[in-house]
Structure formats: structure tokens, C-alpha cells
């Protein structure tokens, strides 16, 4: 038994907590292995290094770097999880993910309902993308509301590093597909380290924050943003109570709903472009469940409905912005 520590957890980087996940999840079952482009250790270890070193440990045979062909890598994890295998499929971009809609959206989201139950699929596709990088449109964006929109994926989008290690493990460890968005503007944010073996369960929202005021729901990149303004307006007396949904698909709707419904007022934010987006599903559900006990409309925050530009002036002006969030909650406020 390891004895309990009383200094501060360790700090991770947000890659490192993608890293350990899927170090633990190989070390405790020998059905999971990794596939995608140029992931091994002698081409690197990934665009982003995060699967660095887990060639040289677990052999070439359970890390597989694959021809550049994501149709072949999601097709061949499909294939593999019905066979019982546990794989982790790397597609480098989410917007390469177009190339494998057909395996994952046709084949990976539907076979258990097809079967009548009996035919699992449990697939992990990971993948990154987000704005601020530079990487212009075929490269940024944020596609997840795609993939809610498909019954039977899972799609899940972590804030932290420790969300990160603890999400992506229960991923790998699910019996169902599941897509995991990793932000390429988080690599290297840091964070605590959570205990070993942490399971964080999917489908279920964390309250970040609690407050009394407004509810702001987010999840990925916003949520740390929207923590550091919920403590700036704390000093003005403004109590945000942040909700970070951790899985879009599929979503909490009770821990919403009940944080709404104690400050009645709610703000949506994400990095997606604003039409037909996660924020439209939840103001929607809001609205039909809390409309006669809300305070004020719900607002929503999100990025122009454009592709993302290369310009850095551009694609500055193309993200939303902190303060669109705080002038949100002012709004909601008021």
C-alpha cells in the first residue's frame, strides 16, 4: 500500500496526462494497442509526442505507425475492436477525421444496435485541433457537434491535465466508441497530477466552480479561461458557478439543469463556431425545462461562423474572446 503524501501533487503537462493514460490502460490490459500516422518512437513519438516512448516500452507490435491513410486506421480499429482488441487510433487532425467518417459514423456507432447488443466496439479515436496556432482552416477546427450528433459515439472534451489523464483512460477502457479531443493549445499547460489509475466517468459534468449567480457552462480550452474571470468577478461580488461538461456526448443534463435552476441565469461558451453548436443543444434544453424560472435569456459565446483564418490578426478576431464571456454574464446579469 503506498502511503498518502502531504505535499502538493506534482504538476503535468497536459500532454503528459494523455502520455500516462494510455501508459496505464497498455500496462493493465495487453488487448489495448495504438495505431496512426508516424507515432512510433523512430518517427518521434507523434505530431504532439505524445505517445513518446511507448514504442521503445510496449513494442512495436502494440504502437503501430501506419501509411497516411486515416479511411485504413479507423477502418482497421473497427476491425480490431470487434475482434476483442482494445485500440487507440490516432488521427493526427480532427479535421482528417472526414476521411474516416464512414467506419466510424456507419460502422463504429451503429454495430452494437445492429447486433442486438452483442457486437461491442470499444474504440478510442484521438484526436487534436483548435485555433490560436496558426494551422489555418484545414487544421482547427472544432468539429464535436458533428460527432454528438451520432447516436452511439461518444465525444468527449477535456479542460485540464488531470481531466485529461483521467478521461482518456475511461475511453480506452469503455466498450464503446469514443472520440477524445485533445486542444493543440494545451500540450503544454499545466496542472496537478491526479492519483494513479484515476477513472473520471464519461458522461458526467464536474462543477469547477460553485457559485450563486449565473451559470456559465464550457468545456475544453474555455473552462480555465472562464475560471480566471469567475474569480476577477467574484471581487465585484459576481459569483459564477462554472460547469465544465467534460463530455459533450453524451452531455449531463442533470447537473445543468440543477445548476441553472439554483442561479437561473446561464451563459454556453465554446470554441466552435455558434451555429447549430453544443451551445444551441443545451440553451435549448434549458429553455424547455427551466423557462418559467429563469431570470434572463440564455446567452451564448462563441466563435465567428467562418473557417478559421491563417492571419494571426484574423484568427484572433475569428475566436471568442474572454471578454464576450464577461459581457455575457454582465448581460445576464443585468
Known sequence: MTAHSTSAPRPITFQQGCTQALDEAMAADDSVFL??????DREGGGTFKVTKGLADKYGTARVRTTPISEQAIVGTAVGAAVAGMRPVAEIMLMNFITLGLDQLVNHAAKLRYMSGGQTGVPLTIRTATGAGGGFAGQHSDML???????PGLK??????????KGLLLSCVLDDDPCVFVEHTQMYWT??????PGLRIP????????????????????????????????AGEGIEVEVVDLRTVSPWDERTVLESVARTRRAVVVHEAVRRFGVGAEVSARINEELFGQLAA?????????TP??????????????????????????A
Do not use: C, N
Not at 495505431?35 to 512510433?40: A, C, M, P, R, S
Not at 464535436?144 to 451520432?150: F, N, R, S, Y
Open 308 to 333: 478559421v483564418p491563417f492571419s494571426r490578426p484574423l484568427e484572433q478576431a475569428y475566436l471568442y474572446k474572454v471578454s464576450d464571456v464577461e459581457s455575457a454574464v454582465r448581460k445576464a446579469m
Open 190 to 195: 499545466k496542472g496537478p497530477a491526479p492519483e
Open 297 to 305: 435569456p440564455v446567452v451564448r459565446v462563441a466563435s465567428a461562423d
Open 155 to 164: 465525444v468527449v472534451v477535456p479542460s485540464s491535465p488531470a481531466d485529461a
Open 35 to 40: 495505431l496512426g500516422e508516424d507515432i512510433g
Open 144 to 150: 464535436e457537434t458533428w460527432l454528438a450528433h451520432v
Open 202 to 233: 464519461l458522461g458526467t459534468a464536474h462543477i469547477a466552480r460553485p457559485g450563486r449567480d449565473v451559470s456559465v457552462i464550457a468545456y475544453g480550452r474555455p473552462v480555465g479561461e472562464v475560471l480566471a474571470l469567475a474569480d476577477r468577478l
